[in-house]
């Protein structure tokens, strides 16, 4: 299996020049393999102790009825006493000087490593979830449109499969922007990582914590899979979470705590995004088939739609605010105005789920999708109404499962699938003639924002914080702190 589940974009700017390279001391290395050990321990101890004592029931029932030695056929028993040698003389590839380095490195390659690590500010990070075979990886590519390159720049070993990418700025322990990614995966728990590190083996923080009875630890956060999750530009310490488990959370990023849980819904929990100007209003897609719109001032729903099959993403109009788009588990694309009752169109975009929904950065009506049918269709929605297809392609990627725009180039995109050989692509739309003839007289506007002229200072006096007088929704008040001061 080698597929990509998911991916995102950091726009340009917003990344450290030099990435810092982790480098742990012996000691330090052993401290986390304990700790790692202790924790699956821990987990499986909670999650498999019964079924572990019906595994042991049942092998000492076979072994009782079943002598090794009598079946024996091949002599495995004796299989070290042979007389010739079978193992291979590899004691001596590696070895050692007394200063602790492998005398065969000689570091002629140190100078272009360096080169490649450096990141431009003319530089894209692209974020990519793969798994390959039993493997979960988080990819960080560069890409640089000027040059024409597109490469890995480092990687991230991560425990569970991811299902989700979100980039943040937001470090409860650092007061400057950063460059994080929160990863939504099969467990509960979302792991932020910093982008701006290479080779680090723990994320910066944590959002949430399994039970754990020797400790005498509650329950926090989420209690499966974490599908999707969205970042509110403007208020930067919440973060919205939906899951598998039919609820939603609000993330205090300051403390590391749920403060605020909907639980409204039938069904799993399948995308939410934050409104681009009403910040206290979030948007979630369901697989009860509703989209539902939340006032989090207020923990109330504001208006809801019924959706012509499960609801597999939700999106803003940012040109537009007053409407969004959802696609569907059975082809359908639906545009909504959210003073309206009922969906402005249907279209039947394609065969299959539509797991790609995506607007341009900056050129308003250019709407792509993409599906497990996998075909990417370019469509114009500028007049808010029945869209027109524009340009449609069978891709090489297999069932295409995530998309996303370049938030520094509007026709710039990324997709990925599920073909064993060829599964991620970053494609450029003004390279296609029809895309190019539609929409290159079309004036790049910028999205409407509810941040773009306000003032810090302002911004702490005004702003309407979603998590103020909320205790009573906090899922639980003996919270433990499951934030990390990131390596240096």
């Not at 697989?287 to 207020?298: E, I, P, Q, T, W």
């Not at 900056?362 to 007049?383: F, H, Q, R």
Request: hydrophobic share 35%; aromatic share 8%.
């Amino acid at each position: 299996m080698s597929v990509i589940p998911c991916t995102t974009w950091v726009k340009k700017g917003v990344t450290s020049t030099n990435p810092q390279k982790v480098e742990l001391t012996p000691r330090e290395l052993e401290e986390i393999i304990k700790q790692t050990q202790a924790e699956l321990r821990n987990v499986e101890s909670d999650s498999d102790a019964e079924h572990n004592n019906e595994v042991t029931e049942q092998k000492s029932e076979t072994e009782s009825c079943f002598d090794i030695s009598k079946t024996d056929e091949y002599n495995f028993d004796k299989y070290d006493d042979e007389s010739d040698n079978v193992h291979c003389n590899i004691g001596n590839i590696v070895s050692f000087g007394k200063d602790g380095k492998d005398p065969l490195v000689t570091g002629e390659d140190e100078d272009s490593e360096k080169e490649d690590d450096i990141i431009k500010s003319n530089d894209n990070l692209v974020l990519v979830g793969h798994v390959e075979g039993d493997a979960s990886i988080l990819e960080v590519f560069v890409y640089n449109e000027t040059e024409g390159s597109f490469y890995c720049h480092h990687d991230i070993l991560l425990p569970s499969f991811p299902l989700c990418i979100e980039w943040l700025n937001y470090d409860p322990s650092d007061s400057k922007p950063s460059n994080l990614c929160a990863i939504g995966n099969m467990t509960p728990i979302i792991e932020v990582w910093d982008l701006d590190l290479i080779d680090c083996l723990e994320p910066a923080y944590k959002l949430g914590c399994k039970p754990n009875k020797k400790k005498n630890r509650k329950r926090v956060g989420h209690r499966d899979a974490v599908l999707d999750l969205t970042w509110n530009e403007n208020y930067t310490h919440v973060l919205a979470s939906g899951s598998v488990d039919k609820t939603v959370l609000l993330w205090d990023l300051e403390n590391g705590t749920p403060v605020n849980k909907f639980a409204y819904f039938n069904e799993k929990v399948q995308s939410l995004k934050w409104h681009p100007v009403e910040t206290h209003q979030l948007l979630t897609g369901c697989a009860d088939k509703m989209v539902r719109l939340f006032d989090c001032r207020h923990e109330t729903i504001s208006k809801s739609w019924e959706a012509l099959g499960e609801v597999e993403r939700v999106l803003w109009n940012h040109f537009d605010s007053n409407y969004c788009v959802l696609s569907t588990a059975n082809g359908y694309v639906q545009y909504i105005d959210i003073r309206q009752d009922k969906p402005v169109w249907n279209i039947e975009a394609h065969t299959q789920e539509v797991t790609g929904l995506s607007l341009s950065s900056s050129c308003p009506g250019l709407l792509v999708t993409a599906a497990n049918d996998g075909v990417i269709k370019v469509w114009d929605i500028i007049s808010n109404l029945e869209p027109c297809i524009v340009w449609e392609k069978k891709s090489n990627l297999g069932a295409l499962l995530c998309l996303a725009p370049s938030p520094d180039n509007p026709f710039v995109f990324a997709a990925g699938g599920d073909n064993k050989a060829h599964n991620f692509k970053v494609f450029d739309l003004f390279e296609i003639s029809e895309v190019r003839e539609r929409f290159i007289e079309r004036k790049c506007a910028v999205p409407v924002t509810n941040n773009s002229d306000i003032k810090v200072e302002d911004e702490k006096e005004e702003m309407m914080d979603v998590t103020e007088n909320m205790d009573s929704m906090m899922l639980n008040a003996d919270t433990p702190k499951t934030i990390s001061k990131k390596k240096k």
